[in-house]
């Protein structure tokens, strides 16, 4: 072989040898994270059959990791893509509290008024007059849950879980946290009652829209919503850049209403000197029938991790979760 096209054949597979490692090390510690060990993890979970759905993880507006993991269905048929639409249970919350600050900035309501300024025809007096609209953000009106007196069929129908819930309510410890879905129902009304259009309509032109989220789902007040981990990717960045709220009733959102973490729709989480604010999502139904384990959260104001799964709590969903929130604050695998 010619002496120059040996040389040449060396020189040629020694760069490309440096620039895959050069690109290897870049992603390693890529914004000082190590994405390499963190998609080790995720890959790990996956084959032990603890992870199903779709991550991302972002520094500010750029995405580091966004893969798909495990199989959409219990038959172990059809793959999870990055793509795909998955439950997002009390996530969808956050889509709640954001519609009532919208109409705060509007002064078209007070956080601190009773509920019976808004919805004056609940005959409960202690609901109408002395519960206030921040208590039912910050779930600290005692208003209870309706999963003790609903059934499945009636939990799918806004309207009538609605009516269940004035009809059957029982106030209890006024004052302090008691996580409710019946809270984020009573809210959805409020909405409706002031903006004068469904609740869906709502949060469909004035969240969804805006951010072009055209793969997620308005769901109920409480939840129910299906998105896509690139659509509440553009709902962190919303976020994190004040486009749907002034920073100010950002901030109030992500501040302490109570001795739980959790603020007026947000979920709070302090891990070291870092805080992280968002929701998760999640609901166990059966072994035949498909659940969910979701959350997004956002670390610090920079970055965003989005976990989104379609198997209940108990298969690994919240624990990635966990996991990827305890990293990211420490920078450590």
């Known amino acids: 072989m010619n002496n120059r096209i040996l040389i040449l054949i060396v020189f040629i597979a020694f760069g490309c040898k440096n620039s895959n490692s050069q690109e290897k090390k870049e992603k390693s510690s890529s914004n000082g994270l190590n994405i390499i060990q963190i998609e080790e993890y995720l890959n790990n979970q996956a084959k032990k059959d603890s992870l199903h759905g779709v991550v991302l993880i972002a520094d500010r507006d750029q995405i580091l990791l966004k893969k798909a993991f495990g199989y959409k269905d219990l038959e172990y048929s059809k793959k999870h893509s990055v793509d795909s639409s998955i439950g ?173 973490n959790y603020g007026l729709g947000f979920q709070l989480n302090f891990k070291g000197e870092s805080k992280i604010y968002g929701h998760p999502g999640g609901y166990y139904l059966d072994n035949t029938t498909l659940g969910v384990a979701s959350a997004l959260d956002i670390i610090d104001d920079r970055y965003t991790v989005i976990v989104l799964t379609n198997r209940n709590p108990g298969m690994g969903g919240s624990s990635v979760r966990n996991f990827l929130l305890d990293y990211i604050a420490s920078k450590k695998i």
């Open 88 to 260: 997002l249970a009390s996530m969808s919350k956050m889509f709640t509290a954001i519609s009532i600050m919208q109409l705060k900035s509007q002064n078209k309501i007070n956080l601190d008024a009773s509920l019976g300024n808004y919805l004056p025809k609940i005959e409960n007096g202690f609901l109408r007059d002395s519960i206030t609209v921040r208590e039912l953000l910050s779930h600290t009106g005692g208003v209870g849950n309706y999963w003790d007196f609903t059934s499945d069929a009636e939990q799918n129908d806004f309207d009538t879980l609605y009516k269940l819930i004035l009809k059957k309510v029982s106030i209890k410890d006024h004052g302090n946290f008691q996580y409710s879905n019946s809270d984020y129902i009573i809210l959805g009304k409020i909405i409706e009652s002031i903006s004068k259009m469904s609740y869906t309509a709502y949060v469909e032109n004035n969240i969804l829209r805006p951010l072009e989220m055209n793969n997620t789902s308005g769901g109920l007040p409480d939840g129910g919503s299906n998105s896509t981990v690139d659509d509440l990717f553009k709902f962190s960045r919303a976020l994190r850049n004040n486009q749907l709220l002034p920073i100010e009733l950002i901030e109030e959102m992500r501040s302490k209403q109570s001795n739980a």
